[in-house]
C-alpha cells in the first residue's frame, strides 16, 4: 500500500467512527428549567424485564463505600413502564439499543421521545419515569450508580 492509501484509509475510519457516536438525547428540547410535578405518575413497573449484566463495587475499586456501578439490559414491552424514580445522588447513562421510549421528567414540561442509538443523562436530582408509546420492545443499556453491595 502507498503512504497516500494508508493515510486515506485511517481517515475514512475515523471519519466513520467519529459519525457513529451516539446522540446525546437526555435533554428537555424545550423550556429546560421548567418544573414538572408528574401528578399521576405510575408506581408499579409494566412489561419491564430488568437484568443486571455486570457491576463493580467501588469501594473496592476507588474507594466510594457501598457503591456499586452495574451495568443492566432493560427490556420495555410495547405499553410497558419504568416507574417513577428519583437519580438523587444515582447518576446514571442510557443507550436506547432498539425501538424508542418516552420520558416524562421533573425538570422537563414537555415529553422526551429516545430513539436507537441516544443517551439519556439521569442525574442531578432528577425524578422521572418511562413508557414504551410504541409497538415493539424497547431495549435499553443502563450504566448507573446504585447504593449498597
Known sequence: MTR???????FAL????ALATPAFAGGCPVNKNAVNALT??????????????GSVDLGAEINVADRQLLTRRLVVQPGGIVPLHSHKDRPALIYTVSG?????????????????GDIAREADGISHYWINRGKVPTVLLSSDVHHGN
Not at 43 to 50: C, E, I, L, N, S
Open 40 to 53: 399521576g405518575a405510575p408506581t408499579m413497573p409494566k412489561g419491564v424485564t430488568d437484568d443486571v449484566l
Open 14 to 17: 475515523f471519519a466513520a467512527t
Open 100 to 116: 424508542q421510549i418516552t420520558e416524562y421528567r421533573s425538570n422537563c414540561a414537555v415529553p422526551i421521545l429516545h430513539k436507537a
Open 4 to 10: 497516500t492509501t494508508i493515510r486515506n484509509t485511517v
